[in-house]
């Protein structure tokens, strides 16, 4: 039996309009879950760049001390690219690409807000890394953070 129809039958109950009422409450907040769960969405601060990620939240998020890294105060989630849509009009994404090149960091024109990394090494394209900071429907201060030392050692430090 469809939801609508569920619904309406207890509604022509005239004993059960109350019940009725609890529950169309209870289907929306789980509809609204389900919604929130599809997708982790994340969006610049202007909102021109925004990506939907078809993932769950990972376990960890990453800091990195790098040159660059530390100065964009990003928190990194990493994710295969081809889970990540990213919606924006060709004139908002703006990257900046240094040293090896092997990254290019993405961010909006308009607002200045870094999104994430791809790669530009055609032997690692596996991955991205996106920046939990602009996530708009979770809340990531709940997520354990490790530290990457990207200066130096190219390794965990926790
Ligand atoms: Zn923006």
Not at 46 to 56: H, P, S
């Amino acid at each position: 039996m469809c939801l609508r129809k569920f619904i309406s039958g207890i509604l022509d109950s005239k004993f059960h309009v109350c019940a009725a009422k609890v529950y169309k409450k209870r289907v929306n907040k789980i509809r609204g879950n389900l919604v929130q769960n599809f997708f982790i969405e994340s969006s610049c601060h202007c909102g021109a760049l925004k990506l939907q990620i078809d993932a769950e939240l990972p376990p960890t998020l990453t800091s990195c001390n790098c040159s660059v890294c530390r100065r964009y105060g990003c928190l990194f989630a990493y994710y295969p690219p081809e889970k990540v849509k990213i919606l924006a009009a060709p004139d908002t994404l703006q990257e900046y690409v240094w040293g090896d090149k092997s990254l290019a960091f993405v961010r909006c024109s308009h607002c200045g807000c870094f999104s994430h990394w791809r790669s530009l090494d055609p032997h690692q394209t596996d991955r991205m890394g996106v920046n939990a900071r602009l996530f708009i429907n979770v809340e990531i201060d709940k997520i354990r953070i490790r530290h990457f030392d990207g200066a130096n050692s190219w390794k965990y430090l926790d």
